[in-house]
T-cell receptor, first 115, second 111 residues
Framework: AQSVTQLDSHVSVSEGTPVLLRCNYSSSYSPSLFWYVQHPNKGLQLLLKYTSAATLVKGINGFEAEFKKSETSFHLTKPSAHMSDAAEYFCVVSGVGGGSYIPTFGRGTSLIVHP | DTAVSQTPKYLVTQMGNDKSIKCEQNLGHDTMYWYKQDSKKFLKIMFSYNNKELIINETVPNRFSPKSPDKAHLNLHINSLELGDSAVYFC??????????FGPGTRLTVL
């Protein structure tokens, strides 16, 4: 069994300040972890992924995430927020169970960026 | 070229009607998915096909039926539409165990 918890439903920051979106997971398997972004009225786009290589993963648009097995966390960060970062962010865990790929999505975190 | 495409983008229909949403991917992926996103942005996986074989079939009403004529297509048929079916439906594809590529979504409104 696996699950993912995004600890904040909304995060509000000012432009130019750091961003932290928190994600905790549980998995019976060695998980793959992903962050996706969804801008208003758009589909989801992959930001970054962890698949058991380097624990610090760099993604697009200056985002990065660190896989911490001891804390079962995969938090998303960015040093300086831009207005264009305002969107919905989803943390996803997947694992191989019964030979099938089973992605489990968090409930999403809405990032609000103030000028 | 669009990697994952869906048609139509918007679908407005009356209760009780039957409708279909089409999905096509040109990425050569083996696995395709359908998701439902509600008004609170929660994404629920509905179905997944791998090489035209159904591998995930979550608890959805049997009014929803996926059909995969080939690896590049996964269509969603919905019978006897209800008000609660109003949502945005996303198609996605991936290599097995890989990251997913999403279509632009189909906004279904049932009146």
């Amino acid at each position: 069994a696996q699950s993912v918890t995004q600890l904040d439903s909304h995060v509000s920051v000012s432009e130019g300040t750091p961003v932290l979106l928190r994600c905790n997971y549980s998995s019976s398997y060695s998980p793959s972890l992903f962050w996706y972004v969804q801008h208003p009225n758009k589909g989801l786009q992959l930001l970054l992924k962890y698949t058991s290589a380097a624990t610090l993963v760099k993604g697009i648009n200056g985002f990065e995430a660190e896989f911490k097995k001891s804390e079962t966390s995969f938090h998303l960060t960015k040093p300086s927020a831009h207005m264009s970062d305002a969107a919905e962010y989803f943390c996803v865990v997947s694992g191989v169970g019964g030979g099938s790929y089973i992605p489990t999505f968090g409930r999403g975190t809405s990032l609000i960026v103030h000028p | 070229d669009t990697a994952v495409s869906q048609t139509p983008k918007y679908l407005v229909t009356q209760m009780g009607n039957d409708k279909s949403i089409k999905c096509e991917q040109n990425l050569g992926h083996d696995t395709m998915y359908w998701y439902k996103q509600d008004s609170k942005k929660f994404l629920k996986i509905m179905f997944s096909y791998n090489n035209k074989e159904l591998i995930i079939n979550e608890t959805v009403p049997n009014r929803f039926s996926p059909k995969s004529p080939d690896k590049a297509h996964l269509n969603l048929h919905i019978n006897s539409l209800e008000l609660g079916d109003s949502a945005v439906y996303f198609c996605a594809s991936s290599r097995q165990y890989g990251e997913q590529f999403f279509g632009p979504g189909t906004r279904l409104t049932v009146l």
